[in-house]
């Protein structure tokens, strides 16, 4: 694990962050660990709609989930072999091994499965009549890992290895994308700082500690996604983190910090599994890939203080 690239202008609680992980010997994190490090722990419902709909809480809206139900993928679309072939996800029996002992290359192929069933729901559905799938719905866009990151992504993936005498799973960043809009003239207008990520770890994440992967990634975006020139006159950055792991689970994070208060939030979902295929987690998932970020939804970051 190589340490996360420095920063130039001051020492705060995102170099902390990344400079004690960089020194730590931990593959994993409980709510203590966090708080030591300076970060504040919640835990949300993904699930509970009075949550979803608090736009100071739940920064990142979820697609509606009665309008989702008016999605489809069509017929022939469905019926293209690589469409299909990504739709065709296998069931993992729950008392199999697969789904209690699986190995680094058992759990990769199997968080591949998933993201690709996703993606191609993504990709394909379509709302009635209309062709236009959801994703071009959306303004997610790939950000340009090269110039984002200045060449060195840091923590935001990691082989897996011995470091500091302890043994950790390897991760990947699967995805990284910011909002874009229009404005008044027609012209596409970059929302503001918020960012969604997508990561798939090795290992095996466990209910209360979350991994080196996770924490890494999200604490490395706000680093590189602060000191970009647009936005070093915004003071906060909200992230969303789609977090795939062993045997065949996932959970949902959002972050914020305000670098005005020097604090950094995380709101930690439980663990989903997608062992079957018709398991609600997928639906659930999808609907925060296709989520709003809070710049769209009316809120305005400039007002928001995490020590109200």
């Known amino acids: 694990m190589s340490p996360p690239p420095e920063e130039s202008h001051h020492d705060d609680l995102v170099t902390h962050i990344l400079t004690e992980i960089a020194l730590s010997r931990q593959s994993t994190f409980n709510k203590v660990d966090l708080e030591h490090l300076g970060i504040t722990v ?3 419902a993904a699930t509970d709609s009075s949550f979803l709909d608090d736009r100071k809480k739940c920064l990142f809206k979820p697609f509606d989930q009665e309008l989702i139900k008016r999605w489809k993928i069509p017929d022939s679309e469905a019926a ?16 199999s091994r697969l789904a209690s002992q699986p190995s680094e290359t058992e759990i990769a192929d199997a968080t591949a499965d998933v993201i690709a069933y996703l993606e191609a729901n993504m990709t394909f559905l379509c709302e009635g009549t209309s062709r236009t799938p959801l994703s071009e719905q959306l303004g997610w866009a790939e950000i340009d890992y090269e110039e984002f990151t200045g060449g060195n992504g840091g923590l935001l993936s990691s082989t897996p290895g011995r470091y500091k005498g302890a043994t950790f799973p390897g991760w990947d960043l699967q995805s990284l994308q910011e909002w874009w809009t229009k404005d008044s003239w027609d012209a596409d207008v970059l929302a503001g700082p918020s960012t969604q990520l997508v990561i798939t770890t090795d290992g095996i994440g466990m209910e209360e500690r979350l991994l080196l992967s996770e924490l890494g990634a999200i604490v490395q975006v706000i680093m590189f996604r602060r000191i970009q020139p647009e936005f070093r006159d915004w003071h906060i950055f909200p992230v969303l ?9 996932g959970r949902i994070l959002q972050a914020c910090y305000d670098s005005y208060s020097e604090q950094l939030e995380l709101c930690i979902s439980p663990i989903f599994n997608f062992l079957e ?19 769209t939804m009316g809120l305005d970051l400039s007002e928001i203080s995490l020590e109200s």
């Open 241 to 249: 983190m789609l977090s795939f792991f062993g045997p065949r689970h």
């Open 42 to 44: 919640d835990r949300f």
């Open 277 to 295: 295929k018709d398991n609600e987690s997928f639906d659930l998932f999808l609907r925060f890939m296709a989520s709003s970020p809070p710049e």
């Open 80 to 95: 293209y072999e690589s469409v299909h072939d990504r739709l065709d996800i296998q069931d993992v029996p729950r008392n």
